[in-house]
């Protein structure tokens, strides 16, 4: 049973749980966290959801994503989904989401991360990952105009490599 911390609009906790599944109460929302690994040759991690995956099954992915479960804030979520998908550990102290996305049923923080591990030798989570693979933003956008890739808006994943070494705006 996998219980989610509620929130209020302004994102704070308001002291209530639902367990995975059940509807948010009205004004509710939740906590999601997608983890985007870059390689020093600006190709990202992308992960392909096992056949039998609710929701966007067989479809590539980025990196690893999934909901913050009850106590845990978001760098901790993080943390914990990029672990258990795919067994990369990452210290997530000081690190700050890239951006963070609202939608109908809350907020999602979105993590760009640099590593460079052999990806032959992580260990994913069976019951979600399939396979992983190394992609450029040009291949991503066509995995997603074939259908093949969970139907992000192109200017998300668009905004993950043209941002990825920065916060924000454009330095002079």
Known sequence: MELWDVYDIDRNKTGRTI??????????FHLVVHVCVIGS??????QQRQPFKK???????VTCGGSAVMGEN?????HRELFEE??????FEGVRPHFS???DEGFDDWYVIFADPDISALKL???????VKWATLEEILAL???????PYFKGYISTIFATAHQYGSIQE
């Open 125 to 131: 989570q069976y019951e979600e990952v399939q396979a």
């Open 74 to 78: 978001s760098r901790q979520a993080a």
């Open 144 to 150: 997603i105009d074939e259908g093949k890739f969970v």
């Open 101 to 103: 996305v609202s939608y």
């Open 19 to 28: 367990q995975r599944g059940e509807k948010l109460p009205e004004g509710g």
């Open 55 to 61: 929701g966007f099954s067989n479809l590539w992915d």
């Open 41 to 46: 040759d600006g190709r990202m991690i992308i």
């Open 86 to 91: 795919v067994g990369l550990e990452f210290d």
